[in-house]
């Protein structure tokens, strides 16, 4: 039975003898149904039609769909005292992406930030021999095909190594996760923070919504709350969550300065 994928949000669904009638990713008022109404693809449809794009973004393999499809979030390639993570996942997984992944010491687990990026995750677990996939378990009921190899985190700061933690930043999903690197990829550390702190378009500041195509804004006690997340973190750079939308240089500043932008806008 086919596994089908929604083509406006790119979430793969479980096996079903015909795709579903609603996709309740885009029907939540964080994400949409395309204009032309719900339409459906699969992973075989997919192939024919995108390819892998594999290109290097500041220093990271990122790893994206060519044309866009989708949301066009890129996933990165993060080679941590942790193990090698895949940091977000694509709809397509392609030979070419799984050959660029092995060549550089395989993927030992999977981290998402947030469901609207869960897309084909068991698809690229299974390719990459059945690695676990790391999600917060507030955004559990958003799984759309369970899998064995999903393995659910709790709590607000879930540390993979000494310098490698994941950090529930809610905001945009109540488990919206943030990961920090403290060692890399580039001196000073990183924080990759998906959507739950959007890096905008002047790469100098990050935002806060709610829902970002339908311009919700969030609530400020969850900006605050994040702010003291986050607080204890260094880091210098902040990657966001497509190609080329990164703070290199002064992140950690740039984000004081968005919450208290973001805040005192609120307040106005």
Known sequence: MPLSICETCGTQYAESPAP???????????QYVGWQGQTWTTHEGLAAKYASRLEDDAGLLGIGM???????????????DAGNILWECVSLVTDEAIAALKVRGGVDLIAISHPHFYTSMVEWSEALGGVPIL???????????????????????????????LLRAGGHFPGSAVIHWKDGPRDGGALFPGDALQVVSDRRHVTFMYSYPNYIPMKPEEVRRMRSLVAKYAFEDVYGYTWGRNILGGGRAAVQASFDRYLGAIAA
Request: charged residues 30%; proline residues 9%; aromatic residues 8%.
């Open 135 to 165: 999600l917060h378990e507030a955004d559990k009921d958003w799984v759309r095909r369970p899998s064995s190899n999903i393995e659910f985190w709790s709590g607000d700061e879930h540390a993979l190594s000494g310098s490698v933690t």
């Open 66 to 80: 060519s044309p866009d499809f989708a949301i066009n979030q890129r996933a990165v390639y993060l080679p941590t």
């Open 20 to 30: 579903p009638e609603h996709c309740p990713v885009c029907e939540d008022e964080r």
